[in-house]
């Protein structure tokens, strides 16, 4: 199983990005799928997580709240993150992480640059 993001780019403050976290390989149970973000010189945070094991409940990070929306296209065994009203504060390599097959991945990241 392999996670690959995608979509991250420069933008100006109130910008909007799309962001794709697409899953290749064998998947037979997947409970959930998210983003983290990792900011210079800071700890990796959580961003966002979306329940696919039923339900697709969503659960966002207070500073992306009312910015952010994790979706899921399950024929395309992808994850999106739309990110709108990008602050500076955003700025971050964005990393998809998934629950499949009983264990978590991580794809590599995809930066996002926000300029003020």
């Known amino acids: 199983v392999q996670l690959q993001a995608s979509g991250g780019g420069l933008v100006q403050a109130g910008g909007s990005l799309r962001l794709s976290c697409a899953a290749s390989?064998?998947?037979?149970?997947?409970?959930?799928m998210g983003w983290y973000r990792q900011a210079p010189g800071k700890q990796r945070e959580f961003v966002a997580r979306?329940?696919?094991?039923?339900?697709?409940?969503?659960t966002y990070a207070d500073s992306v709240k009312g910015r952010f929306t994790i979706s899921i296209d399950n024929a395309k065994k992808t994850v999106y993150l739309q990110m709108n009203s990008l602050t500076p504060e955003d700025t971050a390599v964005y990393f998809c992480n998934g629950d499949l097959n009983g264990r978590p991945y991580w794809g590599r990241g995809t930066l996002v640059t926000v300029s003020s």
């Open positions: 390989g064998t998947i037979f149970s997947s409970n959930v």
């Open positions: 979306i329940i696919t094991a039923g339900g697709g409940s969503t």
